[in-house]
């Protein structure tokens, strides 16, 4: 079973920043938080990933908890081509192989 | 970033049939895996495809149902058997690639059981 919780939905205006949050209370301590997305009908994307710091990418920031128990992803100026869904998914480093998927969060741009 | 092509990109089948998927990488990758997304659903990992040797099935998944080569560093194949309307779905291959570990992902097979 996937170990992180996101919201089914939700919707942010063009322009405007996207904050995707994600609760992963039972995070161990050498686990990190991935995030991918799925844009309709394509293979999952890479956006970033975190353990404990905050990060950023070209495509987004990843803002940890201080006790790592939930995160969120914040994509600075959302654009209608944004619209997918994203999956927050927590994983050791080196355990690639069972990243488990979770329903995730669709995401939707409106102009 | 490993730049993944997935055979055929869709396909639409009689029920009893079977179907080969073949998954091409441009780069020598050491973990390959295979997911199925149902519709509408996320993804789950059938299996990993493991060079030279068996592939390594997830629980639910068996090979006789669908079978897996690997038989170099670059190339996959993963077959659906004695296909069912059930077994509609997109079907992925991804490989894990860099220093993080990141999963890069093929553009799916969509495939429909009449």
């Known amino acids: 079973d996937a170990k992180t919780t996101q919201p089914t939905s939700m919707d942010c205006a063009e322009g405007r920043a996207a904050n995707l949050p994600c609760n992963h209370s039972?995070?161990?301590?050498?686990?990190?938080v991935y995030w991918y997305r799925q844009i309709h009908s394509q293979g999952p994307q890479y956006i970033i990933h975190?353990?404990?710091n905050n990060e950023t990418n070209e495509m987004a920031s990843l803002i940890i908890t201080e006790d790592r128990k939930s995160s969120t992803l914040i994509l600075p100026h959302a654009t209608l081509r944004d619209t997918a869904v994203y999956y927050c998914?927590?994983?050791?480093?080196?355990?690639?192989?069972?990243?488990?998927f979770g329903k995730g969060t669709k995401l939707t741009v409106n102009p | 970033s490993a730049v993944i092509s997935q055979k055929p990109s869709r396909d639409i089948c009689q029920r009893g049939t079977s179907l080969t998927i073949q998954c091409q990488v441009d780069?020598?990758?050491?973990?390959m895996f295979w997911y199925r997304q149902q519709p509408g659903q996320s993804l789950t990992l059938i299996a990993t495809?493991?060079?030279?040797?068996?592939?390594?099935?997830e629980s639910g998944f068996v090979i006789d149902k669908f079978p897996i080569s690997r038989p170099n560093l670059t190339f996959s194949t993963l077959t659906v058997s004695n296909m069912s309307p059930e077994d509609s779905s997109i079907y992925l291959c991804?490989?894990?690639?860099?220093?993080?570990?990141?999963?890069?992902f093929g553009s799916g097979t969509q495939l429909s059981v009449l």
């Open positions: 975190g353990l404990k």
């Open positions: 998914i927590v994983n050791i480093q080196g355990g690639s192989e069972k990243l488990v």
């Open positions: 780069s020598q990758v050491t973990m």
């Open positions: 039972t995070i161990s301590g050498n686990e990190y």
């Open positions: 991804s490989v894990v690639q860099g220093p993080f570990e990141k999963l890069f």
């Open positions: 495809a493991n060079q030279g040797s068996e592939a390594t099935y």
